[in-house]
């Protein structure tokens, strides 16, 4: 019984006018607009800022993938001296200096150099520039989620902000109420058990504002996190913008949305790059059944019958018992798999446009059968209801249901702006861009 009173001094708060919210704001405290809040959200977002690293980092691996191996120089079969012995058999070595260093001493020294066959580098160098318009598609992608999110705890705010500041005047209003009926009970002019539900009514009142300042906390916590704010920062939204434009959105359609998603999805050029690089790693994979190819160059100080020998070669591997077949299959079946997967997501775009799109008509229908004039009617309604309830023409009983009413219906309309609100930024993400 206490919710039905509580509601109805909510309702009474309501018809009261509200004057416009000018208090100070403590150190601590950021007043923003929607846009001010979007614009520290993109810059600060810590998950932002590693995506775009992603993308450096993906552009890295394709610089890296343009490099050419690097030679190889080995020197060996040194000798440090040379014992009598090992001279018995012939008349040793010439010095290698006129000091008469290096007498006696043998070296080799070998140069490899391979050279990448079949265009498996450029293949390589295809595969890297893939990963890296995936990483760009991931970051977009991440974009998209993030800021979807972010707006619609925007939103949550506004509308939470909203119902405080009534609920703040309410218990006001219900107080000073409250403080006048127990002076009126003091002469005997009032009903005790009136008394009593107005204290119930202020009890629960109260119940309802702590609920709201822990429904508040969570947001900002979101959008600390979001925004990366310090643990002491608290947001405050301006609430001009809260009611939406619909009049923008009533020539949309489906068709042109729906090409519009197909352009601007990041999920789906995701998936056009994922069937992109399973054909790029194919044919990599064909490429690399081709062995590469080693360049040798060495000399080598009396090592053989010549003093200086200088000498060149070639190797490579003989292709007979491994032709990669196995990461050839796996890359074929990859080109399959790829292309089930773009074609799901294709499908799955269209049903999401498709769903945001009639979920924005009908949540705009609901919202332009609202009368425009009826929030008026109802706050001229409740003022009366108001007026006869202090001069006892009606009974409290009777005041509190028209009060339940009167809370209902502007909840509805509240909602109904909250609801077009969401419906909007749903169709947004589902299209994968602004909608002018």
Known sequence: MWKIKAGAAFMLTLLLPVPRIVQAQSSDTILLNRQ??????????????????????AEAQVLQARLWPNPNVSVDEVNLWATPAQLSMGSGLPPVFSNGAGRNQQVAAQLEQVIITAGKRKKLIAIEEVS????????????????????????????????????????????LLLTAYERQAESG????ADIAR????????????????????????ELGVLMSLPANSRIRLTTDDFVPDADRYTALSLPALVQTAQSSRPDLMLAQLGTDQA????????????????????????????????????????PIFNRNQGNIRSARIGIEKAALLQEDRNRRVEAEVKEAFLNLTAGMDFY???????????????ASYISNFRSRNISMLEFL?????????????????RSLNEAIEELKYAVGTEIN
């Open 36 to 57: 001010q809040a979007e614009k520290i959200f993109l810059e600060r977002n810590i998950s932002l800022l590693a995506g775009k690293l992603n993308i450096r980092q």
């Open 132 to 175: 890296r318009d995936m990483a760009a598609s991931y970051f977009e992608d991440l974009v998209r989620n993030l800021k979807v999110e972010f707006r619609k705890l925007l939103t949550e705010l506004q509308y939470v902000q909203l119902y405080q500041a009534v609920f703040a005047r309410e218990i006001t209003e219900t107080q």
């Open 189 to 192: 002019n009032v009903n005790r």
């Open 198 to 221: 107005l204290k119930a009514l202020l009890l629960g009142l109260n119940d309802e504002n702590n609920e709201l300042c822990k429904q508040v906390n969570g947001i900002q916590k």
């Open 279 to 318: 054909k790029k790693t194919f044919s990599y994979e064909k490429a690399s059944s081709i062995p590469d190819v080693t360049l040798k160059a060495g000399y080598d100080r009396g090592g053989n019958f010549m003093y200086n020998f200088i000498g060149f070669g070639a190797g490579l591997d003989i």
């Open 368 to 382: 332009k059968r609202i009368d425009p004039g009826y929030e008026a009617e109802l706050d001229r309604l409740l």
């Open 401 to 417: 249901d028209f009060l339940r009413a009167y809370m209902d219906n502007k909840k509805t309309i509240l909602g109904a702006k």
